[in-house]
C-alpha cells in the first residue's frame, strides 16, 4: 500500500474540472459547425453528435463486454480455443458451483420476500402513529451504511463463543439469558444463509418502506372512509383495500430486490467469503476470476444474466407502457 | 357552545365515563401495533448502535463482554480502536483513494449523462427508441457480465490498477441509469421554454446550457448525492479493478483486514465506523434529498 502521490491528486482536480470543460468545448464547437451545415443534414448529424459520450460509454464499458462475456464463456482459461459447453458443464456439476446456485436461490426467495413484505407490513404500520417520521428514519438507517460496514456490524450480532465463555454476540448473549446453548450463526450451515441473508433483508428494507409508503400515501383517504363505513375492520381494510391498490408498487419494488438478490456480492464476500457453504452465484464468479478461469467465470456471469433477462424484458415493457401515456 | 364546555359537561356524567373507557378501549387496542413498531425499530437500529458503542472499546473488552456493558458505569469508553486502526499501514490513504476515486467518478458520469439526456429527450432522431431501449435494458445487466472483458480492456490500454480505471468503469456502469432517470426529468420540462428559446434564435447549446441544465439542477443533486454514495459503497468494482493495487478504497482495505484477521479484528469496528461516518452524514444533513434520490432509483437493478 502507497501513500497518496502529488500526481494523483493532480489528475483527479484535472479530471473533476477538465471533463465538464471539455464536454463543455465539445458541445459549443461542435454545434458551431453543425449550424453552418445544410439544415438536412443538421438535423441527421445533431442528435447522433450529442448522444454519442453517452451511447459510447454504455458501448465500450457495457454492450461490448456483455458479447464479449458470452464468447469468453465458450473459451478455455487462456482464451485461446473454444472448448463448446465444458465452462457450463463444469456449472452445473460441479459440487460448489451447484450450492452457490442453490444459495443464490434461497437468496432469490427469501430475501425478496420478506425485504418486500416487512417494507409493507412496517409502511402500514407506521402510518397509524404519531411518531412515523421518527420510526421511518430508524428503518432507512441501514440503507445508506454499506455493504461492508453492515457486514462487520452483524458480525458482532452474530458473534459466538464457546458455551461457557462469556458471549460478546447479542444474539448468544439473549440465548444464554434464555439459557439456551450458543450457536455459531455464521459456521453451523443450517442457519448461516438464513444469518446472512437476514442481513441483506436489514439492509433493504428501508428502501422497500420508503417507496411503498409513498404510494400509500397516494391512496385517497375517502377510498378507506368508504370501506370503514361498510364495516370493514383494519386488517380488512389492509388485505381487500391497501394491498390490491398498492400491487403495482410492490411488483416494483420486487423486481428491484429480485436483481439485488441474484448480484449479492458484499455481504456474503465480508462476512463469510462464501466459507461452509454459503456462496452465492457472484460470489462463485469473483473466485473464478481470482483465479484466473475466465471462461468459467464468464460462463457463470452469463447464467446469472440469463437469470435477469425475464426482469429486463418486464423493465421494457413497463417502460413502453409509461411512454405510451406520456 | 364552545368544545371545552362540551367536555366538562360530559366529562361529569355516565357518558363521559364511558367515553373515557371507550378511549382506553381504543388506546388498549393499539398497544399490539405501537409494541410491534418498536420491535422493528429496535431490530433495525440496535445493532448499529451496539457496534459504534464498541468502536469505543478497548479490545480486550470486547472480547470479555458485549456492548451493552457500556451502557453501566464504569462505560470504559476509549479511542484505543481508532488509534490503532488508523495506525495499520494504508488505512489513512485509502480513506484519500476513496475520495480521489467518488468526486471524479461522480462528476465524469454526471456530465456525460445529463448531456445525453437531453438529445434523448429533446431531439428527434432514427433509432433514438431503440437505443433508449437497449439503456433501459442496460440498467438492470449485473456489472459481474462486464467484468472480465473491462479487465482486458484495461490491461489493453495500460490502465489496469489505476484509479482513472475505476473512474470509467464506474461512468459506465452508472450512465443507462442516470440517462434514463435524467431523460424523463429533461422530458418533463416545459415544451413552450425550449420552443420559445429556439424561436428566440437559441441554438441547442445556448438551450442546453442555459435552460436544461439550470432547470434540472434538483434532479442532478438528488443523482449526486445517490452517485456518490454508491460508489463510496462500493465494493465490487474496486476489489476487482483495484483489489492488487496499491490504490485500494477504504472499502478494499477494511474487506481485507476483515478476512484477513482470524481473532482481534474487532478493533475494526473504528474502520467501519470512519466508512459510514460520511453516508450517515449526509442521510442525516441531507435527508430529502436522499430519499428523493433513492426512491428515483427504484426502478434500477
Not at chain 1, 205 to 228: D, N, P, Q
Not at chain 1, 230 to 256: H, K, M, S
Not at chain 1, 288 to 309: D, E, K, P
Not at chain 2, 187 to 208: K, N, Q, T
Amino acid at each position: 500500500v502507497a501513500g497518496i502521490t502529488p500526481d494523483q491528486i493532480i489528475t483527479a482536480v484535472v479530471a473533476v474540472v477538465g471533463v465538464p470543460l471539455v464536454l463543455l468545448g465539445y458541445i459549443i464547437l461542435g454545434e458551431q459547425v453543425i449550424e453552418r451545415l445544410p439544415d438536412r443534414i443538421q438535423g441527421w448529424i445533431r442528435p447522433y453528435f450529442w448522444a454519442l459520450p453517452a451511447v459510447g460509454f454504455a458501448t465500450i464499458f457495457m454492450v461490448y463486454p456483455l458479447i464479449r462475456t458470452v464468447i469468453i464463456s465458450f473459451r478455455n482459461s487462456a482464451d485461446t480455443d473454444w472448448i463448446g459447453w465444458a465452462n457450463y458443464k463444469y456449472f452445473f456439476t460441479f459440487p460448489d458451483t451447484l450450492t452457490s446456485l442453490r444459495n443464490s436461490l434461497l437468496w432469490l426467495v427469501f430475501y425478496t420476500f420478506f425485504a418486500v413484505f416487512f417494507g409493507l407490513v412496517i409502511a402500514i404500520l407506521v402510518d397509524r402513529v404519531r411518531y412515523e417520521t421518527i420510526a421511518k428514519i430508524a428503518i432507512f438507517l441501514p440503507v445508506p451504511i454499506s455493504a461492508v460496514a453492515a457486514s462487520i456490524i452483524w458480525k458482532f450480532m452474530f458473534d459466538y463463543q464457546p458455551p461457557g465463555a462469556p458471549q460478546t454476540g447479542t444474539l448468544n448473549a439473549l440465548l444464554s439469558v434464555a439459557h439456551h446453548d450458543p450457536v455459531a450463526w455464521l459456521v453451523n450451515s443450517t442457519t448461516n444463509n438464513a444469518a446472512l441473508i437476514f442481513v441483506g433483508i436489514w439492509t433493504a428494507t428501508g428502501f422497500a418502506m420508503v417507496i411503498i409508503s409513498a404510494s400509500l400515501k397516494a391512496i385517497s383517504s375517502e377510498v378507506l372512509e368508504a370501506a370503514r363505513i361498510d364495516g370493514a375492520n383494519e386488517f380488512q381494510i389492509v388485505r381487500l383495500v391497501v394491498t390490491p391498490l398498492l400491487w403495482p408498487t410492490i411488483t416494483v419494488v420486487g423486481t428491484t430486490m429480485i436483481i439485488n438478490a441474484l448480484k449479492t456480492f458484499d455481504i456474503v464476500y465480508v462476512m463469510t467469503n462464501g466459507a461452509y457453504n454459503t456462496d452465492v452465484i457472484a460470489t462463485q464468479m469473483f473466485s473464478q476470476l481470482q483465479h484466473s478461469h475466465y471462461g468459467r467465470a464468464a460462463a457463470v456471469g452469463v447464467v446469472l444474466f440469463l437469470a435477469i433477462v425475464p426482469l429486463l424484458v418486464v423493465n421494457i415493457r413497463r417502460f413502453q407502457q409509461q411512454e405510451e401515456q406520456r | 357552545m364552545s368544545a371545552e364546555q362540551v367536555t366538562t359537561r360530559r366529562a361529569t356524567g355516565v357518558a363521559g365515563a364511558v367515553s373515557i373507557l371507550d378511549n382506553f378501549g381504543y388506546r388498549l387496542q393499539r398497544v399490539p401495533l405501537h409494541i410491534l413498531i418498536i420491535i422493528f425499530c429496535a431490530v433495525w437500529v440496535i445493532p448499529t448502535i451496539g457496534m459504534i458503542l464498541n468502536s469505543f472499546r478497548a479490545l480486550p473488552d470486547m472480547q470479555a463482554a458485549g456492548w451493552w456493558t457500556t451502557l453501566f458505569p464504569p462505560h470504559g469508553f476509549t479511542l484505543a480502536s481508532y488509534q490503532q486502526v488508523l495506525n495499520i499501514e494504508g488505512m489513512v490513504p485509502s480513506i484519500g483513494f476513496s475520495i480521489l476515486i467518488t468526486i471524479p467518478a461522480t462528476v465524469i458520469q454526471l456530465s456525460i449523462a445529463t448531456m445525453g439526456a437531453y438529445a434523448f429527450a429533446w431531439m428527434k432522431f432514427p433509432g433514438r427508441n431503440l437505443f433508449f431501449i437497449v439503456i433501459v435494458g442496460l440498467m438492470v445487466v449485473p456489472i459481474q457480465m462486464t467484468l472480465i472483458p473491462v479487465l482486458q480492456f484495461f490491461k489493453f490500454v495500460h490502465l489496469n490498477g489505476t484509479i482513472p480505471a475505476v473512474w470509467l468503469a464506474h461512468s459506465g456502469y452508472g450512465l443507462p441509469f442516470e440517462v434514463f432517470l435524467l431523460r424523463n426529468y429533461l422530458g418533463g420540462l416545459p415544451r413552450e421554454i425550449f420552443e420559445s428559446a429556439e424561436v428566440d434564435g437559441a441554438g441547442h447549446a445556448v438551450r442546453f446550457l442555459r435552460i436544461a441544465v439550470p432547470m434540472t439542477l434538483p434532479a442532478i443533486a438528488s443523482l449526486v448525492i445517490f452517485v456518490f454514495l454508491g460508489i463510496w459503497n462500493d465494493l465490487l468494482v474496486a476489489l476487482t479493478f483495484l483489489g492488487v493495487s496499491p490504490y485500494r478504497p477504504l472499502t478494499v482495505v477494511i474487506t481485507g483486514l476483515v478476512t484477513s484477521f482470524g481473532g482481534g479484528w474487532q478493533f475494526l469496528t473504528a474502520a467501519a465506523v470512519l466508512q459510514m461516518s460520511l453516508p450517515l452524514a449526509v442521510f442525516i444533513f441531507l435527508q430529502r434529498y436522499f430519499v428523493r434520490g433513492v426512491t428515483a432509483g427504484s426502478v434500477k437493478g
